[in-house]
C-alpha cells in the first residue's frame, strides 16, 4: 500500500500542526490560540543589489505560510533598489539608512521584527516557498537555529549543481556542539541559510563587533546557546555572481588574508559566548578546523605579506592539516584526506600550478569536468 500524494494543502497543514503541537512550549508567543502558527520574520538587507532585490523580495513574500513579515533596509543604495523597494508599497516593511554596513542594517531590521523566527535573507539569494514548512517539522522549544542546505546558481538564478553544505551524515545538535568545541566551526550555510529563533537573537542583539557581516555572530553563537538543527535539503537558493562578499567565482588573493581575520575575530566572540554559558572554547581548537586551514595555506602560500596570523609557516598548516584529518567535525573521512592532499600539493607545487588549484578548491564552478566526476565518484562532494 502507497501513501496518498500528498497536496499543497495538505503539507501545509501538516506545517502548521507541527508548530501547534509546540506552541505551548514556547514555538509561539500567542498561547491563547493554540491554533495561530507562528510569525515568521523575513529581514533582507541590501545594498546595490538593484538586479536581484526584487526577487530576493518576491520569495520572501512568497512562502508557504500564512504569517510572514518582510522587512527590507536599504543600506544607502546609489542604484535603483530604493525605487523597486519603494515598489512593493505596503506588502513589505521598508527602513532607509545612509551606508554603514550589513550588521548595522540588520540591527535595525531586527528591532522592527516581531516574529518568533527571523531569517536575515541576502538580497540577491531567494527562498524556496516550502521552506518555512520544512522548519515548522523540526521546530522544538531550545532551537537557537535550523540551517538549510543551499543550491548555488548563477547571476542569472540558473542551478550550477552545487550545493552547500554537503553532509555525509546529518549532524545532531550535540555533534555540532562538540565539533565547535574541538575545532571552532561547523558545517553550516551562510547567511540566508539559517532561521533563528528571536528568544536566541535577543540574546545577542545588537550586534556589535569588528565583523562587518550579520551571520558571523549568529552562526558563531547559535551551538551554545540552543540546539542547531539541520534540513538537509536545498531550500535556498545562493547566487554567485562575482561581486559576493563570502562566494568566489574567480581568484582574489587578497580575499584570504581578509576572511581568515575574520574567522579570528568570529572565534573570538564564539569564545566569549561559550564563557557566559560556563563552556571552554581552547585557542588551540581553530588549528583544527578544516574548513579554515585552507584559507590559512592559501593566504600564505598567495599573498604571505597580507598573512594575518603571525609567525605562521606553511610547515605549521601542514602539521596542522595533518592533525585535522583524524578529528571528527562533520567532514567525511575520504573528504578529509582529499582536503589534506590538496593541502600538500598547494605547498609544493609551482606559482601558476598553486593558484590554479586553490581556485579549484574555492571556486566549484571552476573545476573541469574530469575533476568534479572524480570528487563525485570518491564521495568528496555528493553533487
Same mark, same amino acid.
Given at each position: 500500500m502507497t501513501d496518498k500524494p500528498r497536496?499543497?494543502?495538505?503539507?501545509?497543514?501538516?506545517a502548521q500542526n507541527a508548530c501547534v503541537v509546540h506552541e505551548t512550549s514556547g514555538c509561539n508567543g500567542a498561547a491563547a490560540d493554540h491554533a495561530t502558527p507562528m510569525l515568521i520574520s523575513v529581514v533582507i538587507p541590501n545594498y546595490n543589489y538593484g538586479d536581484f532585490i526584487a526577487d530576493a523580495i518576491d520569495s520572501a513574500l512568497n512562502l508557504d505560510w500564512p504569517r510572514v513579515e518582510v522587512i527590507?533596509?536599504?543600506?544607502g543604495s546609489t542604484d535603483d533598489s530604493a525605487d523597486i523597494i519603494r515598489g512593493y508599497g505596503e506588502r513589505i516593511t521598508s527602513l532607509f539608512q545612509s551606508n554603514a554596513g550589513q550588521r548595522v542594517a540588520c540591527n535595525a531590521g531586527f528591532e522592527r521584527a516581531s516574529g518568533e523566527v527571523v531569517i536575515f535573507l541576502d538580497s540577491d539569494d531567494t527562498l524556496s516557498p516550502s521552506l518555512v514548512r520544512e522548519l515548522a517539522m523540526v521546530?522544538? !522549544?531550545? &532551537? #537557537?537555529?535550523?540551517?538549510?542546505?543551499?543550491?548555488?546558481?548563477?547571476?542569472?538564478?540558473?542551478?550550477?549543481?552545487?550545493?552547500l553544505p554537503q553532509y555525509t551524515i546529518v549532524p545532531q545538535p550535540e555533534e555540532i556542539r562538540r565539533w565547535v568545541l574541538t575545532t571552532g566551526t561547523y558545517p553550516t550555510p551562510p547567511g540566508s541559510g539559517n532561521a533563528y529563533a528571536r528568544a536566541f537573537l535577543a540574546r545577542i542583539f545588537p550586534l556589535l563587533g569588528r565583523d562587518p557581516s550579520?551571520?558571523?555572530?549568529c552562526v558563531a553563537a547559535a551551538p551554545f546557546l540552543g540546539d542547531v538543527v539541520t534540513v538537509a535539503k !536545498?531550500? &535556498? #537558493?545562493?547566487?554567485?555572481?562575482?561581486?559576493?562578499?563570502?562566494?568566489?567565482?574567480?581568484?582574489a588573493s587578497d580575499r584570504f588574508g581578509r576572511d581568515l581575520a575574520r574567522a579570528c575575530w568570529r572565534f573570538e566572540y564564539a569564545q566569549t559566548i561559550a564563557r557566559t554559558v560556563g563552556l571552554d572554547l581552547p585557542s588551540a581548537a581553530l588549528h583544527k578546523s578544516l574548513q579554515l586551514?585552507?584559507?590559512?595555506?592559501a593566504s600564505l602560500c598567495l599573498l604571505p605579506e597580507r598573512h594575518?596570523?603571525?609567525?605562521?609557516?606553511?610547515?605549521?598548516?601542514?602539521?596542522?592539516?595533518?592533525?585535522?584529518?583524524?578529528?571528527?567535525?562533520?567532514?567525511?573521512?575520504?573528504?578529509?584526506?582529499?582536503?589534506a592532499v590538496w593541502g600538500g600539493l598547494v605547498a609544493i607545487a609551482p606559482k601558476r600550478v598553486r593558484t590554479r588549484l586553490v581556485l579549484w578548491r574555492f571556486a566549484s564552478a571552476s573545476r573541469p569536468e574530469l575533476l568534479r566526476r572524480a570528487l563525485k565518484a570518491l564521495s568528496v562532494v555528493q553533487r
Amino acid at each position: 500500500m502507497t501513501d496518498k500524494p500528498r497536496t499543497r494543502e495538505r503539507l501545509t497543514a501538516e506545517a502548521q500542526n507541527a508548530c501547534v503541537v509546540h506552541e505551548t512550549s514556547g514555538c509561539n508567543g500567542a498561547a491563547a490560540d493554540h491554533a495561530t502558527p507562528m510569525l515568521i520574520s523575513v529581514v533582507i538587507p541590501n545594498y546595490n543589489y538593484g538586479d536581484f532585490i526584487a526577487d530576493a523580495i518576491d520569495s520572501a513574500l512568497n512562502l508557504d505560510w500564512p504569517r510572514v513579515e518582510v522587512i527590507v533596509v536599504d543600506d544607502g543604495s546609489t542604484d535603483d533598489s530604493a525605487d523597486i523597494i519603494r515598489g512593493y508599497g505596503e506588502r513589505i516593511t521598508s527602513l532607509f539608512q545612509s551606508n554603514a554596513g550589513q550588521r548595522v542594517a540588520c540591527n535595525a531590521g531586527f528591532e522592527r521584527a516581531s516574529g518568533e523566527v527571523v531569517i536575515f535573507l541576502d538580497s540577491d539569494d531567494t527562498l524556496s516557498p516550502s521552506l518555512v514548512r520544512e522548519l515548522a517539522m523540526v521546530w522544538h !522549544p531550545g &532551537v #537557537s537555529k535550523v540551517q538549510f542546505q543551499m543550491q548555488v546558481v548563477d547571476a542569472a538564478g540558473k542551478g550550477t549543481g552545487s550545493v552547500l553544505p554537503q553532509y555525509t551524515i546529518v549532524p545532531q545538535p550535540e555533534e555540532i556542539r562538540r565539533w565547535v568545541l574541538t575545532t571552532g566551526t561547523y558545517p553550516t550555510p551562510p547567511g540566508s541559510g539559517n532561521a533563528y529563533a528571536r528568544a536566541f537573537l535577543a540574546r545577542i542583539f545588537p550586534l556589535l563587533g569588528r565583523d562587518p557581516s550579520c551571520d558571523a555572530y549568529c552562526v558563531a553563537a547559535a551551538p551554545f546557546l540552543g540546539d542547531v538543527v539541520t534540513v538537509a535539503k !536545498p531550500l &535556498v #537558493s545562493y547566487r554567485v555572481h562575482g561581486r559576493n562578499d563570502g562566494a568566489m567565482s574567480q581568484l582574489a588573493s587578497d580575499r584570504f588574508g581578509r576572511d581568515l581575520a575574520r574567522a579570528c575575530w568570529r572565534f573570538e566572540y564564539a569564545q566569549t559566548i561559550a564563557r557566559t554559558v560556563g563552556l571552554d572554547l581552547p585557542s588551540a581548537a581553530l588549528h583544527k578546523s578544516l574548513q579554515l586551514l585552507p584559507y590559512r595555506l592559501a593566504s600564505l602560500c598567495l599573498l604571505p605579506e597580507r598573512h594575518p596570523i603571525e609567525r605562521d609557516s606553511t610547515l605549521r598548516v601542514l602539521v596542522d592539516l595533518a592533525r585535522a584529518v583524524f578529528i571528527p567535525q562533520g567532514v567525511g573521512l575520504t573528504a578529509r584526506l582529499a582536503i589534506a592532499v590538496w593541502g600538500g600539493l598547494v605547498a609544493i607545487a609551482p606559482k601558476r600550478v598553486r593558484t590554479r588549484l586553490v581556485l579549484w578548491r574555492f571556486a566549484s564552478a571552476s573545476r573541469p569536468e574530469l575533476l568534479r566526476r572524480a570528487l563525485k565518484a570518491l564521495s568528496v562532494v555528493q553533487r
